[in-house]
């Protein structure tokens, strides 16, 4: 804290290990699912094949030791080493039949824990609120759930196939040891696993601010990577190229710095492990040795202990780089699985209806509405947009305007006063349904990087070839995408960067049709346009828009004239209402906009003809 402070201690502030338990138990749930009784099955076999294989490895170096003694001492009969030597072999060989039996029975219920985690997460994020999406950047995002779904898959592989069985082992060859050898072998093979699980703790738990800062500087290069390459043409038009370079190798450079120090403490890890493992096994053998000698043991017996030694190293070896990842995987998890209890800000009450639309008539009724407390946008907004009529709402940037589109669609819930729709306040309805009642076409149309047709199918999925077709010549695109070498099934690049502005409209006329909604919203849809391509645009909106109610948010007014009812807002509030005459003959604040807008365009066409004339 600030100022050399220290926070008081809470007892139930959450801890890292409380964190870990929580993770797994949020993960429990998916591996053990109702209703699938064959997963559970095969959990229980794999279990159960696990503790069988474990308890054959247990037992083959009894049998490895005995092949030792039998051919050690005088001339013995050479079938007894022959019988010893085929148990052996099939110890060994069922032990590694076991694994891989337990392997393929567990992928399966592995991959369906991992698919459901993945499958729940996403339908979460896309059931949560706009804002929430606007605050969050989505390379970062996808790289949290990338990076936890892998984690899940290296928690279940290596916990139950690592770690537990390494435990069992480590129990058993004690036991083993304490009953044939004596407590002094089995208490050294103990203390060494001990101090070689605590000295790896504590080192890993030394080195794990290193792993964070690598997470967090490849999060960032991702995000940083993404964002600008999504932006590439504003980089180009800015020739910013060689800051954006800089700003992903000052990320680089932040993750190369993590990386360094990451690997030199894993080395330091590495030796420390080493030197506990060596002196064990040193200690252990040189018992052993003596006892050969002193006639208290066999040459087969010291066999058998450093077989088990040996046996139990291998995998107390890899339980470091295990323990590790294991770690991080939790890490990964638990920030996965964190989105998952983000509580949506706008969700359906639980007796929410579907939204009832028998004539599409919109009312706004004294609604208020912040962004934050501190952010009123709109302010006793009402207004009415009859059943088959057009409303328009203009006004100047930050009037509020496209925050009423994200109102109609409940990305946000307002704060005062209601919405209905036939009555219906939309907030007691299920927003499936309200959002399946309205059609949009915005500003900024971005598509899917697929083929053209998908990207209309998008507003009807299981349409046909023909619906498609209809459609688009509705929008007046077919002609356009007809005369493409792959047609419909022609590629529109990512966000559509293949097509231009106003061909990105019209496929969004298109799908939009294609949903064939009784509501229409059109937010401010040829702005970026430019005159010629808006007129054809406005002639495919009118076509569209025929018999159904229909809002209208716009800047250029000349694309609103023919609405039944023009909406002046400004500062959050109506200023004046009417239609297009009926404002022009008030000479107020919509005639001032108009007459603005009217200049700007003849100034354009002159300065557009002066061109051409001077090209003669």
Do not use: C
Not at 20 to 28: D, V
Not at 548 to 575: M, P
């Amino acid at each position: 804290m600030r100022g050399g402070g220290r926070a008081p201690f809470d007892p139930n502030a959450p801890t890292e290990a409380r964190n870990q338990l929580r993770t797994l138990r949020t993960l429990l749930p998916y591996l053990w699912q109702p209703g699938e009784p064959g997963l559970k099955a095969r959990v229980v076999i794999a279990l159960s094949a696990l503790v069988g294989a474990k308890a054959l490895t247990l037992y083959a170096p009894v049998f490895y030791g005995r092949i030792v003694d039998s051919l050690s001492g005088p001339a013995q009969i050479v079938a007894v080493p022959v019988a010893i030597i085929l148990a052996y072999s099939i110890a060994r060989a069922l032990a590694s039949i076991l694994n891989e039996i337990r392997d393929g029975l567990f992928a399966r219920v592995a991959q369906h824990a991992i698919r459901q985690v993945a499958l729940q997460t996403f339908r979460h994020l896309h059931g949560l609120s706009m804002r929430f999406h606007l605050e969050r950047r989505m390379g970062g995002l996808s790289r949290v759930i990338e990076r936890g779904t892998k984690g899940i898959q290296f928690l279940l592989n290596f916990t139950l196939f690592n770690i537990l069985p390494t435990l069992i082992e480590v129990v058993g060859v004690a036991v083993i040891l304490h009953v044939v050898f004596g407590i002094a072998f089995s208490s050294i093979t103990l203390l060494s696993v001990l101090g070689y699980i605590v000295f790896t703790v504590w080192v890993t738990e030394w080195r794990t601010k290193y792993r964070r800062a690598m997470n967090t500087a490849d999060a960032e290069a991702n995000t940083k990577a993404v964002d600008s390459l999504l932006n590439y043409e504003t980089v180009k038009y800015f020739g910013n190229e060689r800051h954006e370079a800089g700003r992903f190798d000052d990320s680089l450079a932040r993750y190369q710095h993590a990386a360094v120090r990451s690997q030199v403490t894993l080395s330091m890890l590495n030796i420390g492990q080493q030197v506990v493992v060596n002196i064990a096994l040193f200690v252990l053998l040189l018992l052993a040795a003596r006892g050969v000698v002193g006639g208290t043991m066999t040459l087969g017996e010291l066999v058998m202990i450093n077989t088990y030694l040996i046996q139990l190293y291998i995998p107390l070896n890899f339980l470091g780089f295990v323990y590790r990842e294991i770690k991080q995987s939790l890490v990964d998890m638990e920030v996965m699985f964190d989105l998952l209890v983000v509580q949506q800000e706008v969700a359906d009450k639980p007796d929410a209806k579907p939204l009832a639309v028998s004539r599409g008539t919109i009312e706004f009724d004294h609604v208020t509405f912040g962004y934050s407390p501190d952010r009123v946008i709109l302010r006793d907004v009402s207004f009415t947009v009859p059943a088959g009529k057009t409303v328009a709402i203009v006004g100047p940037s930050g009037a509020g305007k496209s925050t009423i589109s994200r109102i109609l669609f409940r990305f946000y819930d307002v704060g005062f006063g209601a919405v209905r729709i036939d009555g219906q306040d939309i907030r007691e309805v299920t927003q499936q349904s309200l959002r399946h009642a309205i059609g949009v076409v915005p500003q900024d149309t971005v598509l899917f990087d697929d083929s053209v047709g998908y990207n209309m199918r998008y507003g009807k999925p299981d349409s046909t070839q023909a619906e498609i077709e209809a459609a688009a010549k509705l929008a007046s695109i077919h002609d356009f995408v007809a005369s493409l070498k792959d047609g419909y099934n022609t590629r529109v690049g990512e966000r559509g960067l293949k097509l231009s502005g106003g061909e990105k409209q019209r496929v969004a006329i298109a799908r939009t049709m294609l949903k064939d909604p009784p509501i229409l919203l059109f937010d401010e849809a040829t702005s970026a346009l430019d005159s010629h391509t808006e007129k054809d645009i406005q002639a495919s909106l009118r076509k569209v828009s025929a018999n159904r109610t229909t809002l209208v948010i716009a800047h250029r007014l000349s694309t609103v004239v023919d609405a039944d009812e023009i909406i002046v807002l400004d500062k959050g509030q109506i200023v004046e209402r009417g239609t297009h005459r009926e404002l022009i003959a008030r000479h107020g604040r919509y005639a001032a906009m108009w007459n603005k807008q009217q200049e700007a365009a003849l100034y354009q066409a002159r300065l557009a003809e002066a061109g051409a004339d001077a090209a003669e």
